[in-house]
């Protein structure tokens, strides 16, 4: 089933994209700030199929959130707002929205350009984005389980889904700010210390094991990536 998460602090708007969307047989989440957007969307991931993105929203305006999610996913995000100037359109659609629709909408048509948008998207097994083999490690974060060579890491939940994150992506150099606003949601005022600390502490835990094929690496002055190394 594919299922939605709303985020627009008008909650008529809310209601009639939500009823909308159960005539599609489609489950939702809604969240009526920023904040609440992020909060669920970290929480049910492997479930939200596409987001709908108000932009003008409390703690946390749209545009923050679309950066956010799109730090950490390529889930599928129309970005539904009243400015429809086109430099708003243009910001939202160099961030990683997929859409931009301006109110007033149809909601027909909202559900429409989202069908649209899902047919181009490759259908993946529900299991294949959810575990993670590299060389001697296995990232299980379903059942928040790591292990090296067989043996388990004593990782916290947060250093979990950090190396999730920098493992799943190994081909990105994720800034401090993009885990941030990925894993705390500090968005611009995170501390940077935070996302050291804890690199700090991972690599730790992580290098009481033989892993010769990989490693979190720093890339100076940007920040960190999860670099192969085994041939």
């Not at 009639?16 to 970290?42: M, N, S, T």
């Not at 920098?166 to 500090?186: E, M």
């Amino acid at each position: 089933m594919n299922k939605v998460l709303i985020a627009d602090d008008n909650a008529q708007i809310t209601k009639v994209l939500k009823d909308y969307a159960v005539k599609e047989g489609w489950g939702c989440y809604i969240a009526y700030d920023g904040d609440e957007a992020l909060r669920l969307y970290r929480e049910f991931a492997r479930e939200i199929t596409i987001v709908f993105l108000d932009v003008m929203m409390p703690k946390k305006d749209g545009f923050a959130v679309c950066k956010a999610i799109r730090a950490m996913s390529q889930v599928p995000v129309i970005m539904i707002t009243a400015r429809g100037e086109d430099a708003d359109k243009i910001l939202g659609l160099d961030i990683g929205a997929d859409d931009y629709i301006v109110k007033p909408f149809s909601a027909a048509e909202v559900m429409a350009r989202a069908r649209a948008i899902l047919r181009r998207i490759p259908k993946q097994e529900e299991t294949s984005s959810r575990k993670l083999t590299i060389d001697n490690l296995v990232i299980d974060i379903d059942n928040y389980m790591v292990t090296i060579g067989g043996a388990e890491v004593p990782l916290t939940k947060r250093e979990k889904e950090l190396l999730w994150l920098l493992a799943s992506n190994t081909k990105k150099v994720f800034s401090r700010d993009n885990l941030l606003d990925s894993l705390w949601g500090y968005d611009y005022f995170g501390d940077s210390r935070t996302v050291d600390s804890h690199i700090k502490r991972l690599r730790a835990k992580l290098d009481a094991f033989e892993h010769p094929g990989w490693a979190v690496k720093t890339i100076w002055g940007v920040g960190y990536r999860f670099e192969i190394t085994a041939e």
